[in-house]
Structures are given as C-alpha cells and as structure tokens.
C-alpha cells in the first residue's frame, strides 16, 4: 500500500549529489531502500491497473563510456512502456517530484513516422490541440530538437516546431508539496498520467 514519499527520500538525494561515492552509498543504502525504491514500486505497483507494468531503473549508473564517473544516479525513475519508445514517466529527486510521458528516444525510423504523422495535416492538427491542452494545463513541453529544419521539411512548415524533435515530452515539475508524503501522491501522479495520455495514444497509434 502507498502511503507517500518521505522528505528522507529528497534528503537521501541532496546529500548523495554532495557525495556521490561507494562509502556514502554503502552508509544510506537502508535510507534508499526504505525512503526511495519502496515508496516509487509500491506508487506503480497502484497504477498498474491502469497504465501497465513500470520498470523501475536501477541506481547505479553505467560509466564506462562517461566523462563523469560518479557512480549512482541523483534521482530514482520509473517508466511505463506503452510501446517502443513512448509511454508514462514518474521520478522523485533532490528537488521532489516529477511527472511525465511520451516519446523518449527512438530509432531513426520511428524518428520519419514521428515526422510524416506530424507532416500530415490531420494527425500535425490533433498533435497541435494535444500539445496545447497539456500547456494550458501547465505541462512544459520539451525533448530533444534538431537547430534547424529536418531535412525534406521547409523552414515554413506550419508545425516546423514540432517536426524539428527526435523526442517529444510533456512533463511536470511538482516540487516537495505537503502532500508529496501522503497517499495523495498516487492521485496526482494518476491524474497527470490521464492528462498525458492523449499525448501517448497519438504517439501509440504511429509507432504501433
């Protein structure tokens, strides 16, 4: 049963960006496990019903390619896939929580269906109303986006903004709210999700 997410949880983060190290982890690894990933598994494991199975990503992180070699990750993630490459998103971090969804990453051929869908002057359209609904109800969007016009696309394209992404989001930063460690939490990472979904039945029905 969810019953929140602690204050120790956004604690637990702030600290570990000051020390972001083995001796620190290994001294809080209780605090994580109790504070941060019981709370984030049993918040999905509630919407599942609803939404799907969420993966929940692991702490660490994978250095071997990486400039930073810090070992663990500043914030805890889950993502529900609804299909590849699109779907719902919740974190919690040093600044509290953070609630998402849609088109994350993507291979270069669901990057053109992304673009002929927005191309087209009924399916660009419904995007264009999604996209405004979601601001009107304070969702920032964002994902990665191409400086200039991708190409085959005029720099007039009327929708040349959306076009120009390779990912495509809609999120909200919550913060540390008084209700963050209450039940109540489920009820707003459930009500954003719901506002979102518009957003990844689109995207669902283009990569399907």
Do not use: C
Request: hydrophobic residues 45%.
């Amino acid at each position: 049963m969810f019953t929140g997410i602690p204050i120790e949880a956004l604690d637990f983060y702030e600290d570990l960006a000051a020390d972001n190290s083995k001796t620190f982890w290994t001294a809080h690894k209780e605090i994580y496990d109790t504070a941060v990933r019981a709370p984030i598994t049993a918040l999905v494991t509630e919407l599942e019903a609803e939404f799907g199975t969420a993966k929940i990503f692991r702490p660490h992180r994978d250095v071997r390619f990486a400039k930073d070699k810090s070992p663990y990750k500043t914030a805890q993630g889950a993502v529900v896939h609804v299909n590849a490459g699109s779907g719902y998103y919740v974190q919690i971090d040093a600044a509290g929580l953070y609630v998402g969804g849609g088109f994350y990453s993507g291979e270069t051929a669901q990057i053109a269906r992304f673009r002929a869908a927005v191309d087209d002057s009924s399916r660009g359209a419904e995007l264009v109303e999604i996209l405004a609904a979601l601001e009107a109800k304070k969702f920032r969007i964002g994902g990665d986006k191409l400086k200039t016009a991708p190409r085959g696309f005029a720099a007039e394209h009327p929708r040349i903004d959306i076009l120009r992404h390779k990912s495509l989001t809609a999120g909200r930063e919550f913060g540390a709210p008084a209700w963050l460690s209450t039940p109540r939490t489920v009820k707003e990472v459930r009500a954003s999700w719901n506002a979102i979904r518009p957003l990844v039945d689109w995207l669902g029905d283009i990569f399907a």
